[in-house]
C-alpha cells in the first residue's frame, strides 16, 4: 500500500516530464533531419531568457495569493524599450540607461503593491490598468517603431557562448535555483507559502502578510526589468508591442509548472520545466510543418489543460 502510494506520488511529480520526453522522441522520429540537430537544441534552451524571467517575476505575486498580475508582461517591454530609447535616442551611456530602466520596472512593481496592498484596490484592475499604461507608454517614447542599434558589445550580457548556449539560459538558470532555494529552504519562501495558503491565519501567526505582498509585488517588477533589459541586449534593441505576446505564455507555463515536481503548488523549477516543454511542443509542431497559428492554439490549449490539473491537484493537496 504505501509503496503503490509512493509510487503514485512520483508518478504525478514526473508525469509532465515523462510525456515532454515521449514528445521529443516521436518529433525525433517523425523529423530526425531536422528535430535532431544543434540548432533545434539550441533554440529549444537557448531562445526561453525572456519566458524564464517572466514566470519568475509572476511567480513572486502568484505564491503570496496574487493570481493576476497582468502587467508583468509591459513591464519587461518597458524595461526593454527604456534602456533602447535612453541608449540610442537620447545617448545615455548602456549602463546608466540599464539602472534606469530597471529601476523604472521596480518602482512599477511597488506602485502596484501600494495601491494594491496599501489602498486594498482590486488586483486586476490595478495590474491590468498598469499593463496598459506601460504599453501605451512604451509605444510613446517609441513613436510606434522599434527602436535598435544597442551597443555590439551590451548584447554579451544576454547572447555570450557557453558551451554551446547563450548565456542568458544560464541566468534564467540561476534565477530559478535561486527561487526555488528560497522557497524550500528559507524562512521566506515558507511565510511566501503561508500567506498564500491563508493571510488570515498567517496574520495570527506573527507574519507581516503586507510587508511580504508589497515585497513580492516589488521583486516581480524587479525580475520583469532585468529580464527587459537582458532581452533588449540580446536583439540589439525592442519593439514595445511584442510585450503582449509574451502574457499567454507566462501562465500557460506557470500553471503547467503546479503539475511539475511539487503537484498543486506553483513552483520554480516546475515552471522552468514547464518552459522547455512547451518550447520543445510548439517547435516540434512547426518542424511537422504547423502553421503559425500554431503557438496561440497550444499555449491557449495548454493552459485550459494546466488550470484545470492544477485545480484537481490543488483538491487532493487539500
Known amino acids: 500500500m504505501h509503496r503503490s502510494l509512493s509510487l503514485g506520488h512520483l508518478g504525478s511529480r514526473f508525469a509532465a516530464v515523462g510525456f515532454w520526453l515521449v514528445l521529443a522522441v516521436l518529433y525525433a522520429a517523425l523529423r530526425p533531419d531536422t528535430f535532431l540537430t544543434e540548432g533545434t537544441f539550441q533554440t529549444i534552451f537557448g531562445s526561453q531568457q525572456a519566458l524564464v524571467f517572466l514566470t519568475a517575476a509572476l511567480l513572486c505575486t502568484i505564491i503570496v495569493g496574487e493570481f493576476v498580475d497582468m502587467s508583468v508582461a509591459s513591464n519587461f517591454g518597458f524595461a526593454a524599450v527604456l534602456v533602447a ?11 546608466a540607461a540599464t539602472l534606469a530602466a530597471v529601476a523604472a520596472s521596480t518602482l512599477v512593481g511597488l506602485v502596484n503593491g501600494w495601491l494594491t496592498v496599501r489602498l486594498g484596490v482590486n488586483t486586476i484592475v490595478v495590474t491590468l490598468g498598469m499593463g496598459t499604461f506601460l504599453l501605451g507608454l512604451g509605444l510613446w517614447i517609441t513613436n510606434l517603431t522599434p527602436i535598435s542599434g544597442l551597443p555590439s558589445g551590451f548584447a554579451q550580457i ?30 521566506l519562501g515558507r511565510n511566501m507559502r503561508f500567506v498564500g495558503a491563508n493571510r488570515e491565519v498567517s496574520r ?14 516589488t521583486a516581480a517588477g524587479l525580475i520583469a526589468g532585468v529580464g527587459g533589459v537582458i532581452s533588449a541586449a540580446a536583439t540589439g534593441g525592442f519593439d514595445a508591442s511584442v510585450s503582449q505576446s509574451y502574457l499567454l505564455p507566462i501562465f500557460a507555463a506557470t500553471f503547467l509548472g503546479t ?10 523549477l516546475g515552471t522552468l520545466l514547464a518552459v ?10 512547426q518542424l511537422l510543418g504547423a502553421s503559425g497559428w500554431v503557438s496561440s492554439v497550444f499555449y491557449g490549449g495548454v493552459l485550459v489543460i494546466a488550470v484545470t490539473i492544477s485545480t484537481l491537484l490543488h483538491r487532493k493537496v487539500r
Not at 503539475?259 to 520554480?268: M, T, W
Not at 512547451?278 to 516540434?284: F, V
Open 85 to 95: 530609447v535612453l541608449n540610442v535616442n537620447l545617448h545615455w551611456n548602456v549602463w
Open 158 to 187: 544576454a547572447l555570450f557562448d557557453i558551451a554551446g548556449l547563450p548565456v542568458g539560459f544560464y541566468e534564467g538558470l540561476l534565477l530559478m535555483l535561486a527561487f526555488a532555494y528560497v522557497m524550500k529552504f528559507t524562512p
Open 204 to 217: 495570527l501567526a506573527g507574519v507581516r502578510v503586507n510587508r511580504l505582498r508589497l515585497g513580492a509585488f
Open 259 to 268: 503539475a511539475i515536481l511539487e503537484p498543486g503548488k506553483f513552483n520554480p
Open 276 to 285: 522547455y516543454f512547451l518550447a520543445t511542443g510548439i517547435l516540434g509542431l
